[in-house]
T-cell receptor
Framework: AQTVTQSQPEMSVQEAETVTLSCTYD???????LFWYKQPPSRQMILVIR??????QNATENRFSVNFQKAAKSFSLKISDSQLGDAAMYFC???????????????FGAGTRLAVHP | DARVTQTPRHKVTEMGQEVTMRCQPI?????VFWYRQTMMQGLELLAY????????DSGMPKDRFSAEMPDATLATLKIQPSEPRDSAVYFC???????????FGQGTRLTVV
């Protein structure tokens, strides 16, 4: 069974600085997706960024980028030029790309709470 | 603006009462997930439907929880009887098998007193 581990329960960063959130996962599959979701106090789950495992290039979305290390099964999120609105809970998630039976649930890590200080 | 709609947003009920939570997936999506979020357990998958058929409900306590999709536009999660330990935020998410990500509703915050 696949597992996702986020070892940092809490992180903090100064506004305009850069912060990196860590995520590791365990799987025997070779083809899958990885995600970072953001959950602000409104509790809405918002997709931040997605990475396809078959792509070597790291995904980027504006100030958000990932460092995907497939061999190490590591998937960290870097937030550049942090803003107050980035304060939230961040979840790393895994989803198999294997669609046999259409069964490919999202598996989440425990989350990292990010505080942004002015 | 396509979105997953969950009702109610908040529910306070007494122990022993039946609770029904509803989810309207995004039009055209044929997979639906129910997740429960608590401080202690994080995000737990309760049930997963594809084309209205349950593929996995192993995360759901069968004695009191039930999940159904009476039609393609409605998914329900019922708790009967409810207990204080069921207090949590319940999320519905939808997608298609080839969607890479799942799209979440805003959740139902359930408090059982």
């Amino acid at each position: 069974a696949q597992t996702v581990t986020q070892s940092q329960p809490e992180m903090s960063v100064q506004e305009a600085e850069t912060v990196t959130l860590s995520c590791t996962y365990d799987t025997s599959e070779s083809d899958y997706y990885l995600f970072w979701y953001k959950q602000p106090p409104s509790r809405q789950m918002i997709l931040v960024i997605r990475q396809e495992a078959y792509k070597q290039q790291n995904a980027t979305e504006n100030r958000f980028s990932v460092n995907f290390q497939k061999a190490a099964k590591s998937f960290s999120l870097k937030i550049s030029d942090s803003q107050l609105g980035d304060a939230a809970m961040y979840f790393c998630a895994y989803r198999s790309r294997f669609l046999s039976g259409g069964y490919n649930k999202l598996i989440f890590g425990a989350g990292t709470r990010l505080a942004v200080h002015p | 603006d396509a979105r997953v709609t969950q009702t109610p947003r908040h529910k306070v009920t007494e122990m022993g009462q039946e609770v029904t939570m509803r989810c309207q997936p995004i039009l055209g999506h044929n997979t639906v997930f129910w997740y429960r979020q608590t401080m202690m357990q994080g995000l737990e998958l309760l049930a997963y439907f594809r084309n209205r058929a349950p593929l996995d409900d192993s995360g759901m306590p069968k004695d009191r929880f039930s999940a159904e999709m009476p039609d393609a536009t409605l998914a329900t999660l019922k708790i009967q009887p409810s207990e204080p330990r069921d207090s949590a935020v319940y999320f519905c998410a939808s997608g298609t098998p080839r969607n890479t990500e799942a799209f979440f509703g805003q959740g139902t915050r359930l408090t059982v007193v």
